[in-house]
């Protein structure tokens, strides 16, 4: 009966014509609402002040917003399987220190520098995955306990001095554009598009999502959901590293305070681009709109203006405004499906 | 299975027991006097409280939060001290900001015997329960670089009048700018009782001046990715007004001479001038070439050196004198003319200190 009522609701969907119906099942998708509220924002915040727009400001969000797609992954790829990553900040602070160290203290190239210290995020992700997997422990305590020793490592290395001499040609990858667009901007595209192909048409990709949703059954299916799961660590890894070093990238200096207010920002904008917290599911369409989305709010209240003593207060109720397009979104979804139902 | 994961436990219960070992074996061994260089005597001869032999039961520690750049200045004050006197501190830099840690091991520190603590306090306000228990127990306690909150049972700060040094930076700016424009006030932490009066500081000054204006403030940075950010945003939204930048925290400072510096780099043709605060190499490389105006030089050496001096003097039994609290440690300021003196200056700054401390601060 129920999959009658299906069938019914997709004869009508397609006679009700094509356009139509696209507009429903984009209108389905769960980081449909965020692109929206991203679009209003931008909209609203055009009106609001001159500078908005000037090829200054956009080419500051969109480089923001690219490297919070960066932090962003690093959190997502590991909730994804179910888990989460509470040292992504201090892999990323170990990163930098790691690639200060070689760049400005040892006068190595980048071309020495940037390997090692991916290498160095790499490993770490790895090390994450491999106790997790080996303990059978909760990634939270796993991690937490991490983020101890690896916070522990950049201050001991760098007793809190910043890096300043990190080579000019460094700099490119975080400071310049290609037709007014930063190359980072491009560069996170470019990385979600191939996330999105895995995610979608990928072995991997589909063996990540069924770990998420639902362990016990991937693994009685034949998924090595261990593998999975230490492969997902290592990504994390992979994107802490990455994200630390286009800050030094941007920066033109090492801060060892890089990746400290990681944390909030990760599960932020993975969490309201679409990315499930129990597992399952990922949107990289989602995640790059809730990255522009945090940005131009950050942005656009310092645009407007507003009392830095109630900043945050403002940031919260924006934010709250903006991810309630959700909540408009699956009552809408709910109402659709309930006329037809109806109907039919 | 299980079994298996008893046999990794256990491993891994083995590692870190040998690695605690190790990194016991490896720390410092406790405070133990220390002889003085010799090529201070001059400067011990200089100061004749200095030669007067320790005091035998005075244990001192000096304590810093967290790693931080401020803090090796600062530590440089404190060897400095020792390499005078003769007398051993012990010194510590916890392992974060918070003031449950700064606690932990102050109370551990004071459960070993020490006795005089030159603190960085973590919380202006939070550190008094501590202190209010450490100095019930017979201790000392100095703040460097920073007040708590009043009233305290420290019996010094010795810091940067944080609200002059902002009046300073402000007047200097104004100057840069040729007495008119319109200024972004760059502040850093909220919940720092400090940034409240370092704002009223610069508000004082900018009412002096009718053509100047505080177009933006911006705040609330806690790291230097997101005082980029911040600083990238509010230049961005008056990128047609704006005349002159101003910070009084590191962050900011550090954040603007980033900001400025791809912005000249990208071919930003507005003059901005700027000033902030500290020297972080990535600002005064900014000043070196021309992209700030200055920055205001605190003196770390000072608040190390001089609260070691004046626990000393206590242990010796001086004490406060009446309404004695706040001892300014002076500032300079830096400026590409003076990129390669105003370190001496500010050591000048910190003997003048030294040599009126027991008149204007002690009394037996």
């Known amino acids: 009966m129920a999959q009658s009522k299906v069938e019914h609701s997709v004869r009508q969907d397609r006679e009700a014509g094509g356009i139509g119906s696209a507009l429903r099942s984009v209108f389905r998708r769960s980081d449909t609402s965020v692109v929206i509220a991203t679009v209003i924002l931008f909209v609203l915040f055009s009106f609001s002040n001159t500078s908005f727009l000037t090829p200054f400001n956009l080419f500051n969000v969109s480089r923001t917003a690219a490297l919070y797609v960066f932090v962003a992954l690093g959190q997502a790829i590991v909730i994804v399987t179910g888990g989460m990553n509470l040292s992504l900040g201090a892999i990323g602070g170990l990163t930098v220190v790691v690639a200060g160290w070689c760049m400005d203290t040892m006068g190595w ?6 390997p090692l210290a991916m290498l160095t995020g790499t490993l770490c992700g790895m090390f994450n995955g491999f106790i997790i997997i080996k303990s059978k422990l909760n990634s939270f305590i796993v991690t937490l306990a991490s983020l101890f020793i690896f916070t522990g490592l950049v201050q001991g290395i760098s007793q809190g001095f910043p890096y300043s001499n990190i080579p000019r040609d460094f700099t490119i990858l975080g400071r310049n554009d290609f037709l007014g667009v930063p190359y980072v901007f491009l560069f996170a595209v470019a990385v979600l598009t191939a996330l999105a192909y895995v995610f979608k048409f990928r072995v991997v990709g589909r063996r990540i999502l069924a ?16 593998n999975i799961v230490f492969l997902s660590h290592t990504l994390s890894g992979v994107f802490a590293a990455t994200a630390g070093l286009l800050w030094v990238s941007r920066m033109g200096s090492a801060q060892p305070s890089t990746g400290t207010d990681w944390l909030i920002i990760s599960f932020a904008v993975a969490i309201i681009g679409g990315t499930a ?3 399952g599911e990922f949107s990289a369409l989602g995640i790059l709109a809730s990255a522009i989305m945090l940005t131009l709010i950050k942005n656009g209240l310092i645009m407007l203006n507003v009392n830095v003593y109630f900043e945050q207060t403002f940031l919260g109720v924006i934010v709250l405004l903006a991810v309630s397009v959700e909540s408009i979104r699956v009552a809408l979804s709910n109402r659709t499906k309930r006329t037809k139902t109806d109907a039919s | 299975m299980k079994q298996q994961h008893a046999r990794l436990f256990s491993w891994m219960m083995l590692v870190s027991l040998m690695m605690t070992m190790i990194l016991a074996a490896c720390a410092v061994p406790d405070a133990a006097p220390v002889a003085p260089v010799a090529g201070d005597a001059a400067a011990t001869a200089a100061a004749p409280a200095e030669a007067a032999a320790p005091a035998s039961n005075f244990k001192p520690v000096w304590y810093a939060p967290a790693p931080h750049p401020y803090y090796e200045d600062v530590r440089k004050g404190v060897e400095a001290f020792e390499a005078d006197t003769g007398i051993a501190v012990e010194k510590q830099i916890g392992p974060d900001w918070t003031q449950d840690s700064q606690n932990q091991r102050m109370e551990a520190l004071a459960a070993q015997g020490f006795n005089a603590f030159s603190v960085y306090p973590a919380d202006a306000s939070g550190a008094n329960g501590l202190y209010e228990e450490l100095t019930a127990a017979g201790a000392n306690i100095v703040n460097f670089g920073t007040s708590t909150a ?19 930076a402000a007047e200097e700016l ?5 007495g008119k424009g319109n200024i972004i006030n760059v502040l850093e932490v909220l919940e720092d009782p400090n940034t409240a009066l370092r704002k009223q500081g610069i508000e004082e000054v900018v009412a002096k001046y009718p053509d100047v204006t505080i177009i933006q403030e911006v705040a609330g940075m806690t790291s230097v990715e997101t005082a980029v950010q911040k600083v990238g945003d509010a230049l961005s939204a008056n990128i047609d007004k704006v005349d002159g930048i101003i910070a009084t925290g590191y962050t900011p400072s550090v954040a603007i001479a980033q900001v400025l510096s ?11 001038h700027a000033v902030g605060i500290d020297t972080d190499e990535v600002v005064m490389q900014a000043i070196a070439n021309g992209v ?18 004046l626990l000393q003097y206590m242990a010796e039994g001086y004490k406060p004198k009446a309404d004695a609290y706040f001892v300014d440690a002076g500032f300079a300021f830096a400026t590409k003319d003076n990129l390669e003196t105003y370190s001496e200056d500010i050591l000048a700054v910190t003997e003048q200190i030294k040599a009126e401390l027991l008149d204007k601060y002690l009394e037996k």
């Open chain 1, 109 to 114: 190239s980048p071309w020495i520098g940037v």
């Open chain 1, 211 to 226: 770990t998420g949703g639902n362990l016990e059954a991937a693994r009685l299916s034949g998924i090595r959901t261990d």
């Open chain 1, 277 to 279: 917290l129990n597992g």
């Open chain 2, 150 to 168: 009043q009233p305290t049972t420290a019996s010094f700060a010795v810091a940067t009048d944080v609200k002059v040094a902002a009046m300073r």
């Open chain 2, 174 to 178: 104004i100057a840069a700018m040729g």
């Open chain 2, 262 to 272: 791809e912005y000249k780099e990208k071919g930003g043709e507005r003059v901005i």
């Open chain 2, 292 to 309: 700030m105006d200055g920055t205001i030089v605190q003196n770390p050496y000072g608040h190390g050196y001089l609260s070691l001096l």
